[in-house]
């Protein structure tokens, strides 16, 4: 796979099947529209409607006057409902607030409902379900914002490189949640850090010790469905553990320092000593991982969520003549002199650029596909969180082969066939 590909060549022809009239009329600005058809509006939907979600959607809606939400899709209709009543008390965007009732998706198809009938669709529900929503996505033809992770498993991934593989022929933006490359601050010092400011990297250190995240109880009208789906964090096959669903932010940004280049291999340990309570699933509350690369070069990765422990999240890359401390955007020489630092007072949302670029990017007509890195640093977290698990140290290849499933399929989850599995143990069962 090659680096972030911006394709500014889209064709008319192909533009127009992309996404249906709006797009059209928003392509057409570039071939000098006029100015009724550059305002022609772009019907967004969310398809997960919780706190990211609710989060994008607004500002999908502050990032291009023409976008009017048109859709919402949840497993829950509260959950709708609740969104619906936050993103109408935005003052910025509630006059283009326009969801009727039915179109109010609800149930585990209700991404099928939001997909059909809009042109911009948001990808936020619990990671396990994204090959398939961005699977409909793609076959469909629309511009995607999807959050991070894309995938729990190897057929997840598979699935998911397909999907973009889909929506890079048909010229579909699809922007990637992974919301640090888009904060101006960490492209300048990666910028630096690429072009030498530290020397040649002979390391890279990332960590994201948090605390304790929420849990939503267990109520007694709930199936074992809904209480998962209410506490998905805690589920491998909704979140993928914690090392995919939080600390890929910090893979994908030592991924970044090492020039997108994924590493070859890694092991880990990691297992539960906080959360050890049966509420908290069969996920694991901490992760150490070793990231070796092709030439050598290793990342040491540290992730746990422990309430009352330190908390501390940095990512450092040392190299031949300094350090690059990404998270404070500071670059130090071998001495600790600071030799550079962020200084600029411009606004820099990082979550509010991300949306920005996709709506720019499909008023201008250009194309934006994060599919590279979006890929590869979900597919360093499950080679961290495999390694864990089993033991044994596990290989990038390993993982896009990986035949270990833990997404089951819709039927079940319809059927109520929801997994229930123990908390992996190094050295027992397949996890790769
Ligand atoms: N980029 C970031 O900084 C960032 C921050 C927070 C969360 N996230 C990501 O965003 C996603 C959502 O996280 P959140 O914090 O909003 O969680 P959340 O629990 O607040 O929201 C998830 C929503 O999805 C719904 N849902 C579950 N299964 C569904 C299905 N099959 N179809 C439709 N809806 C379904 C839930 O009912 C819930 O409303 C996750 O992938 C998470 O990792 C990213």
Known sequence: MTKQHIDR?????????VSGVAAAAALSSVHGATAQESAAPLKVGLIGCGGRGTGALRN??????????????????????????????????????????????????????????????????????????????????????????????????????????????KKANLVSGLCYRYEKKKQEILRRIHEGAVGEITAVECVYNTSGLWHKGRKPEWSELDYQLRNWLYFDWLSGDHITEQHIHSLDKMLWIMGNKPPVKAWASGGRTVRTDEKYGNIYDHFNTVFEWENGVKGFSSCRQWENATTAVYDNAYGTTGVARVQEHIIQDRQGNVTWKWDSPEPDDMYQNELDALFAAIRAGQHIDNSQYMIDSNIMAIMGRAAAYSGQVVTYQQVLESEVALFPSLDDLKAGRVPIRPVPVPGKGQYI
């Open 9 to 17: 060549t889209v064709d008319r022809r192909t533009f127009l099947q």
């Open 60 to 169: 999908a809606l502050l990032a291009d006057e023409g976008t009017v939400c048109w859709a919402l899709g949840d497993a829950f209709e509260d959950m709708a409902r609740e969104c619906l009543k936050n993103i109408r008390k935005e003052r910025k965007v509630a006059d283009r607030v326009n969801v009727e009732d039915s179109r109010i998706f609800t149930g585990l198809d209700a991404y099928k409902g939001v997909i059909e009938s809009c042109d911009v669709v948001i990808l936020a529900t619990p990671p396990g379900f994204r090959p398939l929503h961005l699977t409909a996505v793609a076959e469909a033809g629309k511009h995607c914002f999807c959050e991070k992770p894309v995938a729990v498993d190897g057929p997840g991934i598979r699935t998911v490189l397909e999907a973009c593989r889909i929506m890079k022929e």
